[in-house]
C-alpha cells in the first residue's frame, strides 16, 4: 500500500518560481474541446494542439479539457493564450498541491483533488481555471469521473446548455466531491465487517486491517478537507466570475463536501474504538490463557509433589509400608484437587462466564 | 446493530443536481392538511393529492404534512406549488442531509434529524418548507412526534392558533430536538448500570457494551450536532419569516439542542473513563492470577525437586540410609514452605487486600 | 454515586412551551422578603404568599428570595407579579438549566447552579430575574450560601446598602461561585492522598478512587463552564440593568470563575497522569511477578530433571552404581543453580533494583 | 513534592469584596522606594511606612516596591494613597490570581508569577500598579529577579533612567518571564537524561521521574500562559499610560512568553512520548521474561515427564530390561530438545536480537 | 540525538534589553554584498567591512549577506548603518527566535528558520532586514541553500534582476520554505520502512526508530510552524515595502508552508498509528508466548503426575503387579494428551492462524 504521500521529484529548493517540470511518470497531453451553448455544441479533439479560439461563432461557451502533463509546450501555449500566471502553471505541474482557489486578476484557479473512478486508492490532481466564456481543465491522467457531465451537455439538458462556465465548473467539482462517497461507502462496508470480526473472531490481521482502514481515512480526509475552503472561497467569491444563481449550487457542493468531511471524522472515531475493543479482547484472551495454565499448574503440582514424596528411597519411610497408605493418600489427593477447583469455581475461573455480546442492551 | 451511517443509493457522481430518485424502502406517501387561524381549524387528508390551496377561506394558516417518499410526482407537483428550489427538492429526497437552514428567496429550508419515536436506534430526516402563512413538513415514514403539536393545534391553545407558521415550525422542531432527551435518559440508565458492572463483576460482554454505549452516543451527535447550527441561523435569520417574538422561542429550542449536547459530551467522557477502569480491571486480575500461579510454583517446584532428589537411585546415598534422614526431610520442606510463604505474605502477595470500592471517599 | 447527571420527568417532547411541572420531590415553598435602602432594612416571610410590593416605601430596592418549587401557584402568581416571560418561567421549575442570562425586554433573566453548602455532592439550580429596584431569586431547596450576604445587608455595610439590586446580583452570584472553592479544594486534598498512594501502594481501590476523582471534576466542570458565558454576558450587557461601577465587580467575579476552571483542568491532566502511573505500576508489578516465576521455574526445573533421569529404574544405568555418582551429581546440580543465578543477576532480575521514588529530581 | 496547587484560606464563600486577610506565612512587610530621573537617583527604605512622594523634587519617576504581605494597615495605607480599588487590593493579598491585566480609570492593575530564584520550585505572585509618574509593586517575600533592573537603574544606563514608569513596568515583566527559561533549561536536561534512560535502563523509577517532570511543566505553564493575554492587554491598552515606543518592547516581551509556552507545549510531547516508550519497553521486558520461563518450561517438562515414565514401579516395562534401553532414551530426550530448540530459534526466540537502538537512522 | 531543543547561553533574566552576547561557537562573519539592477550585476566580499554603500551608482538594490555572529562590531557597525532597533539586534544575536515578522518604523524584520543543507538535523536561524532599496540577512554559519537564488541573479534572469528587494526576500523565504520538503521526504522514506517492519518484523529497535521520527518531526514542525503565521504577516503588510504583484508570490509561499505543515501533521498520525500497531503487535506475541506455555504445561504436567503416581514406594499397590497395568497406562496418558489437544485446537490456539495482512482489503 503506497497511502504515505510521497511528493518527490519536486524542484530542488531555490528553483526559480514557474519553472515548469515534467512529473515523473507523465501521461502523454491530449487537448478535448466542447463549445456549447443552448442550441449548438461542437466537440473536438485537438491533435496537434491548434488554436482553441478556431471555429465556432462568438458567443460560444469554451470548455478546454487537458489531459496529461508530458507536453510542457503545449502547457506554455496554454498558458500564453489563456494569459495564466507563471505561479498557477507551476501549481497545475507540481500535482501535489492541496484543493485551493486563487484569484489572478480576472481569472479564478481552482485545484481540487478527484479520486481516480478505476483504482480508488490513487487521486489525482485536476486544476481549473474560469475566464470570461471559458473554462480550462487539467487533469494528470486519462480516466476521470466527467463522463455524466459530458452526457448532460450532449444531451442538451437546459440547465448545462444555458448556463455559463461557472456552472461548469460547479457540475465537475460536484462530480469530484461526489466522487469520494462510493470510497467512503465501501470503507464503511469495511468497518461493518471489522467490527463484526472484531467481536466474535479476534485475530492479529484484524489490526493490519484497522490499521489500513485508518490510513485510507486519513488519506481521504487530508485530500479533501481542503476542498471545503476552497469551494468556500468560491462562494464568498468577489470577482463577478460566479454568477448569483450559481452560487446556490456552489453552497450545494459545498455541503457535500462537509458532510463527507463529518463521515470520515465518524469513521475514524469508530476506528479507535475499534482498535480500543481489540486491544482489550487480547488482554481478555491473555487472562484465560493464563487461567488455564494457573489452574492446571495450581492442582497438579502439589499432586506431583506428593506423588515425589512417596517415590523416595528412603529405607524407613513408614507410610508406604501400610496396607491402606495408597489408597488414604489416593482420597488425599483427590481432596486437594477437589478443594484447588472449588476455590477456582468460587473465584469466577472455571467456565468462561460470557453474556452474549450485548446482552446489556 | 447498524450504527454504522451509510448512504448507499446516492444518485452517481457527476449526475445532474436536482436529480430525484425515490430513496430505498421509502414509504407510500400521504398529504395532510391543517389550516387555522384562531378561530377555525379544518383537518383534511388529500388522496389522491389535490391543490392544497383548495378549500379555506384567505388568511388561514396551512400546514401541509407530507409523508413518506414513495411519490416522486407528488413531491414535483408540491415543489412547482410551493415554489421550490430544485436542490432543496433533491436534498429532501437524498435522506442523509445534515440538519441544516438554508434561505432561497422568499422561503426557508431547514432540514433536522427526528429520532423515531417506535425505535429509538433510527433517526429521519424532517424537511420543513417555511413560506408566507404556510408551511410544509416532509416526513421519511409514519409515526412521528409532532402529535402533541396536533392536539395543541385541536384544542384551540391560544399561543399556537394566534400565532403564525413561525411558531408551527418552532413547535415542531422543539419536538423533534426534546425527542433526543428521552433516548439520551435511557443511555444514562445503562450508563449506570456499567458504572455499577465495572466495579463489581467486570467481564468481556462489559466492552461490547461499553463499545455500544459509545457508538450510539456518537451517532446522537453526529445527528444531533448540526442543529445548533441550523437553529443558530433561523435566530440571526434575516428574512421577514421569523417574526421577534417568536426568536424568544427559537432561543430556547437552541438551549434545548447545547444542553443536550453537552450531556452527550459528559456521557461520552463518562464512558472513556469506564473504558480506562475496564482496562485496567484486566490487568490488575491478570495480576492476581499471575501471583497465585507463581505461589504454587515457587513452593512446590523447589520442593518436588527434594523429593525426586531422593527418589533418585544411586546406590550410594547414605542419607536414604540414616534412620531419621526422612523426617528431618520433611523438616527441612516444612521449613522451605514456610519461608516462601512469609516472604510472598511481606510482599502482599497473599491475601486479595482489596479496600471496599469507593472506600477512599 | 450518583454523579451521572439525569433529568429524567422532563415534559414530554412535543409539550406546550410554559408548561409548569412540579419537578419531584420539590420542597415546599416559602417566601422571604428583604427591603432596604442606605437607612432601613424590613425582613418578613410571606406565608401565604401575598402582595411583595405591600408596605415599605417606594425607593426601597426589594429582594424576593422564594426557595422550594412545590407550589406552582405562587410561582404563576410571581410571574405575574413580575412579568416573567413563561419560556423563563419554565426554565425555573426544570431544573437542570446550564448556567445562562437572557434579556427579556426589561428584565434579566440568571441562571446559576449552586454547591450546596450542606452536601458537596449535590448541586442545585438558582434562578435571579433583575428588574428595576428588585431582584427575584429562586432556588430549588432551603439551604444556601447566601447567609453571608444577608449578614452584610443586615449589618448595613455601605457598599451593598448603598447599591442597586445589580450589586446585590453580583454579591449572590459571587457567593455561588466562590462555593465551588471549597469543594475543588477537597478534591486536591483527595488527589495529593492519591498522589502518595499511587507511589507506595497502588492496589485496585486506587483505581476506584481516581474514577471517582475524575467523574467529580468532571461534574463541577460541567456545571460551572457555562458561568463564565452567563457572567461574561452580564459584563458586555447592554441593557442598563448593571451600572458601569459594579460592572467592574463583575468583572471580578468572571476571574474567579475563569480561575476555578483552571484549577479544574489542571485537576483532570493530573488525574489522568496519575492513572498512567498506576496503569504501568501493574504492569512493572506483573513484571517481578513473572519474573520471580521464571527465575524458579528456570533453576528448578531442570534439576528436577536430573533427579528424575537418576530415579529411572533402568536395570543398566551405569552411572548409579558409581561410588562418586551421588555427590558428582549434586556438584553439576549446584553449577547449574549458580550459573543460572548469574545469568539472572546479569539481566538485572535478581534484586529488585528500585531506586528511591522520585530519586531523579 | 507539593505542586498540586492548594488555595486554602481563601475567606469563604459570601464575604464582601475587598475583605483583606493576611494570607498564610504572609512575610513581614517593607517598602523600599526608588526616585530617579535621567539625573538624579535616590533610594531609600521606609520604614516605617512614611508618605512615599515626601523627598524628591517634582517631576521624578517613582517606583515604590513592596514586599511581604503581613502589615495590612501598610497595604491600605498605600491603596489610599495611590487610589487602588479595594477588588484589586484584595486581589494583592489572594496570592492565587492568574497573570492578569485589568484597567481601572487612571490605573493599569497587572498580576504576574514569578519563579523565586532562590528555589525554582515555588512561584510567587507580584503585583504591579502603573499610575502617571509612578509604579507600585507588590511582592508576597523577600529574594526576587529584579536586581539586574536596579542595577541599571543605579548605574544610569540611559534608556531605562530616561523613560517613564512604563518602560520600568516592561523591564520588570520581562526579568519575570524570563525568570521561566532557567528553569526550563534545568527539564530540557532532565528530559534529556530521561530519554537516555528510557532507552538504556528503564526501572520504576523512571515512571516517577517522567511524572515528576509532567507535573512541574504542568505548573509552569498554568502559571506563564495567563501571561501571554495579560501582556497582550498591555499591548493593546488604550490608556495612555503606556506610550507607543514603550509597546515595542512589550512586543519583544510578549515574544518571550510565547516563545517559553512553546518550549513547554514541546517538552510536553516529548515527555508524553517518553512515557510511550517506557510502558512499551516494559511489555516488550516481560515478553523476553515470559520467552526464558516458556523455553525451560517446554524443553524439560516433557523431559521429566519421560524421566518420571521410566521411574514408575511397575513390574512389567519391558524398556526397563533392555540393555540399550537407558541410551536409547538419553538420545530420545537429546533429539527432543534439540527439535524444541530448533523450534524456538525459528520463531526468533533464543538471542534478544536487537539492533542497536537508533539503527534504523 | 539532540533533539530537544536547548536554549542555554541566554543572557540571564534582568539584563537590559539589545544586550548583544556573542552565542556559544559562533562562526567567525564576513560579509558578501551583491548590488544589482536589470542592466548590472557587482558582487564583493568586504573584509574588512566597509561602508557597503560605497560603489555602486544610485538606484542599485543591494543585498548584504552577513554569514557568522562572532564579530559584534560588525553587528553594531551595521545596526547603525541600517538603522536597525536594538531590540531587533538582540533576536539576531539570541539565535533562538521563533520565526517572526516584525514592522519597525521603516523597515521589516523577518526571522526564519533553515534546514541546513549540509547536516539536515540542525536548523540555524536566518533574519532578514528590508529597507528601500536593500535586503539584509544575516546567518548564523556558511553553508545555506540561498546558491540557486544567488545563479539565478548571476545569470540575469529577467524577473529577479528587474524587481525590487521585496522580490529578493521572497525568493530567499521560498528557498528556506522548500527546504523543509527534502527532509519530510526523507522521513516520508522512513515512515515506509518502518510500517514494513511493524507488518512482519517487530522488535523492540522499532520502537526506538519511531520515536525517533516522532521527535525529529516535532522538531521540524516547530520549526516550521511559526513561518505561517510570519509569512501571514507579510501578505497582510501594511508598510509598502512590499509591492501588490510579488504579494502573489508570498502567497505562493504561504501555501508551500501550509502543505508542508499538513504533511507534518499526517505523518504525525501516522506515527501514532504505527506505534499503536507495534504496541498491539506485542500484546499479541505475548499471547502467543502464554499459548504455547500452557499447552506443554497443561499436557505434561498431568501426565507427570501420573508417572510419579506409579513411581511412589508404597508396598502395596495393586496396578503395578498387573500384567497390562503399564501398556493401560500408557492408553490412558495418550488419551488424556490426545484430549488436550483437542480442546486447546477447538479453543483455536493451535495454528497460528494468521490471514496474510491486508487480507480484509
Redesign the interface.
Known amino acids: 500500500?503506497t497511502y504515505?504521500?510521497?511528493?518527490?521529484k519536486?524542484?530542488?529548493?531555490?528553483?526559480?518560481?514557474?519553472t515548469l517540470r515534467v512529473p515523473e511518470d507523465a501521461a502523454p497531453s491530449t487537448v478535448d474541446v466542447m463549445q456549447y451553448d443552448a442550441d449548438e455544441l461542437t466537440e473536438r479533439r485537438l491533435e496537434p494542439f491548434a488554436d482553441v479560439a478556431a471555429g465556432g461563432r462568438p458567443g460560444l461557451m469554451t470548455w478546454v479539457d487537458v489531459t496529461g502533463l508530458a507536453d510542457l509546450d503545449l502547457l506554455r501555449t496554454l498558458g500564453e493564450r489563456f494569459n495564466i500566471?507563471r505561479?498557477a502553471l507551476e501549481?497545475v505541474v507540481n500535482v501535489?498541491?492541496?484543493a485551493?482557489t486563487?484569484l489572478?486578476d480576472d481569472q479564478l484557479f481552482v485545484v481540487a483533488r478527484m479520486v481516480r473512478p478505476d483504482t480508488q486508492e490513487a487521486i489525482e490532481q485536476v486544476s481549473f481555471f474560469l475566464g470570461d466564456g471559458c473554462l480550462l481543465s487539467i487533469q494528470e491522467r486519462r480516466g476521470d469521473?466527467?463522463?455524466?457531465?459530458r452526457d448532460?451537455l450532449r444531451a442538451g439538458?437546459r440547465?448545462?446548455r444555458g448556463s455559463g462556465p461557472d456552472y461548469l465548473l460547479y457540475?465537475l467539482l460536484?462530480?469530484?466531491v461526489?466522487?469520494y462517497?462510493?470510497v467512503l461507502?465501501e470503507l464503511?462496508n469495511?468497518?461493518?465487517?471489522?467490527?463484526e470480526?472484531v467481536?466474535t473472531d479476534p485475530?492479529?490481521?484484524?489490526?493490519?486491517?484497522i490499521?489500513?482502514v485508518?490510513?485510507r481515512l486519513?488519506m481521504y480526509r487530508?485530500s479533501l478537507r481542503p476542498h471545503r475552503e476552497a469551494i468556500g472561497a468560491l462562494l464568498r467569491d468577489e470577482s463577478k466570475l460566479i454568477s448569483a444563481p450559481v452560487r446556490?449550487?456552489f453552497?450545494?457542493c459545498y455541503?457535500h463536501v462537509?458532510?463527507a468531511l463529518?463521515?470520515i471524522d465518524?469513521?475514524r472515531?469508530?476506528v479507535g474504538?475499534l482498535?480500543?475493543?481489540?486491544?482489550?479482547?487480547?488482554?481478555?484472551?491473555?487472562?484465560e490463557?493464563?487461567?488455564?495454565?494457573?489452574i492446571?499448574?495450581?492442582i497438579?503440582?502439589?499432586?506431583?509433589?506428593l506423588?515425589?514424596?512417596?517415590?523416595?528411597?528412603?529405607?524407613?519411610?513408614p507410610?508406604?509400608?501400610l496396607?491402606w497408605?495408597?489408597p488414604a493418600?489416593l482420597i488425599v489427593m483427590a481432596t486437594m484437587a477437589g478443594s484447588m477447583l472449588l476455590m477456582f469455581r468460587r473465584r469466577g475461573?472455571l467456565g468462561r462466564?460470557?453474556?452474549?455480546?450485548?446482552?446489556?442492551?
Open positions: 500500500m504515505i504521500p510521497i511528493f518527490r519536486r524542484p530542488p529548493p531555490g528553483t526559480a518560481p514557474g500566471h505561479l501549481d501535489h498541491q492541496r485551493k486563487e489572478y469521473c466527467f463522463e455524466p457531465v448532460r439538458r440547465t448545462i457540475a460536484d462530480a469530484i461526489d466522487g462517497y462510493p461507502e464503511a469495511e468497518l461493518e465487517v471489522l467490527d470480526r467481536m485475530d492479529e490481521s484484524l489490526l493490519a486491517d490499521h489500513s485508518k490510513h486519513l487530508r446556490v449550487y453552497r450545494d455541503d462537509v458532510q463529518d463521515m465518524n469513521y472515531e469508530l474504538s482498535q480500543d475493543v481489540y486491544l482489550s479482547s487480547i488482554s481478555t484472551r491473555m487472562n490463557v493464563m487461567k488455564v495454565l494457573t492446571f499448574a495450581a497438579f503440582i502439589p499432586l506431583s509433589f506423588a515425589g514424596l512417596y517415590g523416595m528411597n528412603f529405607e524407613r519411610m507410610e508406604l509400608r496396607a497408605g495408597y493418600l475461573w462466564r460470557r453474556r452474549p455480546a450485548g446482552g446489556g442492551r
